[in-house]
Nanobody, 124 residues
Framework: QVQLVESGGGLVQAGGSLRLSCVAS????????MGWFRQAPKKERDFVAAIRWSTGTEYYSDSVKGRFTISRDNAKDTVYLQMNALKSEDTAVYYC?????????????????WGQGTQVTVSS
């Protein structure tokens, strides 16, 4: 069982930045692909970004490409989501997730473990 704990959410003005962190309670963190999803009120949970452990390949949704950056520190069992140029439509609960192996990391069904989420609110 892997536990994921997100942090770094908060209230920020439009155009500002936040960095989310997600710490995993596993020493095999380096074998998991990691992803970030978000869910706005009354909306479906959407893919934001993902990173593979083996190649470091990064994936982004079109809505965040060029503004958000996913990264990982395997030595710290942590994945990050740097969010720049935030917009009001980025307001959501952000979840990190771990996948033990999947072809397509943009689907939430690809992930085995989920964190509790952290709220990000962008004021316009």
């Amino acid at each position: 069982q892997v536990q994921l704990v997100e942090s770094g959410g908060g209230l920020v003005q439009a155009g500002g930045s936040l960095r989310l962190s997600c710490v995993a309670s596993t020493h095999t963190f380096g074998t998991y692909a990691m992803g970030w999803f978000r869910q706005a009120p009354k909306k479906e949970r959407d893919f934001v970004a993902a990173i593979r452990w083996s190649t470091g390949t990064e994936y982004y949704s079109d809505s965040v490409k060029g503004r958000f950056t996913i990264s990982r520190d395997n030595a710290k069992d942590t994945v990050y989501l740097q969010m720049n140029a935030l917009k009001s439509e980025d307001t959501a609960v952000y979840y990190c997730a771990a996948s033990s192996g999947a072809f397509d990391l943009t689907y939430d069904s690809a992930y085995n473990y989920w964190g509790q989420g952290t709220q990000v609110t962008v004021s316009s």
